[in-house]
């Protein structure tokens, strides 16, 4: 088929690369602008984009599609279909509705369950027990189209939003090869109006841990906001984030350190730290962290 191609970030490219390797002529790549970033504040390109330059696909990067002039090079492509990973702007109905069997979403939630710009996170942050992927046909709405896949996974305990992430991309990757080798005979399934939630983008405010909440609340924020923007307290003056955590024995005033092994006390339970990150460092798993300097039993963390 002829494709377009639509993400930005690396959840998006292990779908670019299937999609080649399953015979498919992508005629387009769309994603974000570069984005200036680092301490020099160079442009850097999108994940999507490099790994496209790679390849020597075409490349397109408009700031908006709403545009006659964006809308009319888009259908000027003949497309098949669009395939939209992580894309980052909302399509327009002429933009909808110029490929021929129109536009297909990876979604990395049970729709109707997390619709929106953060379903992983909030996944893991709302303890859910399973998650998963679904093949969307796009309309207007916000991830309101019609379903034509759908495949379920297990939450694990300890699982992080990046270890989850990178599951839920695979799982897209054979979910949209099938659709696409199939696509005559998919049977679109109107989403359910009961069990719509909304993913909404994570706020940084969301990431400054407050100890005296309940430890399943703090295990969730830290794996769930893992690695970005990352959970995070105040050690020795400093911002640490912490990156990965599991539920742990013991209590005490909230925000103490009740042993050797980075377990913390909670406003009811406690956690203990798996993976630490110090402000302009690297990541770190706990044991690495505690050969720096002590964490001493009995302190009381901000």
């Not at 279909?81 to 021929?100: E, F, K, M, N, R």
């Not at 896949?149 to 054979?174: C, N, P």
Request: hydrophobic content about 45%; glycine content about 10%.
């Amino acid at each position: 088929m002829k494709v377009v191609f639509m993400g930005t970030p690396e959840f998006s490219v292990p779908v670019l690369d299937a999609l080649i390797a399953a015979g498919h002529d992508i005629v387009a790549v769309y994603c974000q602008p570069p984005r200036r970033a680092g301490r020099g504040k160079k442009e850097r390109l999108t994940a999507v984009h490099e790994r496209a330059a790679a390849l020597d696909l075409l490349v397109r990067h408009p700031v908006s599609l709403k545009t006659p002039e964006a809308q009319a090079e888009f259908a000027a492509l003949k497309a098949d279909v669009a395939v939209v990973v992580a894309y980052g702007l909302i399509l327009p109905q002429a933009i909808l509705d110029a490929p021929t069997q129109g536009c297909l979403n990876i979604h990395a939630s049970l729709l109707p369950r997390w619709r929106g710009a953060a379903p992983i996170h909030r996944a893991i942050m709302a303890g859910d027990k399973q998650t998963g992927v679904c093949i969307m046909a796009m309309d207007a709405g916000l991830d309101t189209g019609a379903v034509l896949l759908r495949d379920v996974t297990d939450i694990g305990a300890q699982e992080t939003t990046a270890q989850l992430h990178d599951r839920l991309s695979q799982m897209g990757v054979r979910l949209i090869v099938r659709a696409l080798g199939d696509l005559a005979n998919m049977v679109p399934q109107v989403q359910a109006q009961d069990g719509v939630t909304y993913a909404h983008k994570i706020d940084k405010s969301e990431a400054r841990i407050d100890w005296g909440a309940d430890a399943v609340v703090i295990d969730r924020q830290i794996r769930g906001l893992s690695p970005f923007p990352g959970a995070w307290c105040e050690i020795d003056g400093a911002r640490v984030k912490l990156l990965g955590s599991r539920m742990a024995e013991g209590d005490g005033p909230a925000g103490t350190v009740l042993g050797d092994d980075f377990r913390i006390a909670c406003g009811t339970g406690a956690v203990q730290i798996l993976r630490v990150q110090r402000a302009g460092k690297g990541a770190q798993d706990v044991q690495e962290y505690l050969r720096g300097p002590p964490l001493a039993a009995g302190r009381v963390l901000d």
